[in-house]
């Protein structure tokens, strides 16, 4: 089966940098999603990581460590619309194709 | 690119009638599509994979015959609540992907908020 672990509530300052933190467990590995999700709205894409490293995206980054079964979202230079929720997905793959286990999300609250 | 539309954005609803939900992709063919519920607070949960030209592939614990899913094109799959109660009432996101490989992205429609009276 599939296990994802993430913080549920973080908060940070504005211009600040944070880091979001996932853990992983699962039968077979095929990458790892991240998705923010503003209230109400749908999840937008952030970034995929299949292999191991540092990947950066502007002011967001995402790392992958698979033999740890750990990736994390860096989020520099934080603006308030950056409040929002971030998800880490993986993929079933197999016999499940690209469907995803979500995590619970991760809460971020930016603060001035 | 890889736009998902859904439609309504909102549905209000009596206890014991039919909702229709509609998820279309509108600048790519998608394979496959994927339906989400999500309560408040909590993260997404997924109900069931739509497969265009074949029945759909439910979650366990998902009543098929409750929630009836079509996929008749590569742009649009339906999601029928029927005999929706209180207890239905919740944001539901479908998304969809050019293929089902595992690398394959699902981008997301924006979401429909059902509230059934």
């Known amino acids: 089966g599939q296990n994802i672990d993430q913080p549920t509530e973080m908060t940070a300052t504005e211009g600040a940098i944070v880091q979001i933190n996932c853990t992983y467990q699962t039968s077979g590995f095929n990458g790892l999603f991240w998705y923010q999700q503003h209230a109400g709205e749908a999840p937008t894409f952030l970034s995929y990581n299949v292999l191991d490293g540092l990947e950066e995206k502007g002011r967001f980054s995402s790392f992958l460590s698979r033999s740890k079964g750990y990736s994390y979202l860096l989020l520099k230079e934080l603006q308030m619309k950056d409040s929002a929720s971030y998800l880490c997905a993986v993929p079933l793959g197999r016999g499940g194709g690209n469907k995803l286990t979500f995590g619970t999300g991760t809460q971020l609250k930016v603060e001035l | 690119g890889a736009v998902v539309s859904q439609h309504p954005s909102r549905v209000i609803c009596k206890s014991g009638t039919s909702v229709k939900i509609e998820c279309r992709s509108l600048d790519f063919q998608a394979t496959t599509m994927f339906w989400y519920r999500q309560f408040p607070k909590q993260s997404l949960m997924l109900m069931a994979t739509?497969?265009?030209?074949?029945?759909?592939?439910?979650e366990q614990g998902v009543e098929k015959d409750k929630f009836l899913i079509n996929h008749a094109s590569l742009t649009l799959s339906t999601l029928t609540v029927t005999s929706a109660h209180p207890e239905d009432s919740s944001f539901y996101i479908c998304?969809?992907?050019?293929?089902?490989?595992?690398?394959?992205?699902?981008?997301f429609g924006p979401g429909t908020r059902l509230t059934v009276l």
């Open positions: 998304s969809a992907s050019w293929d089902r490989k595992p690398t394959d992205t699902q981008y």
């Open positions: 739509s497969n265009e030209g074949s029945k759909a592939t439910y």
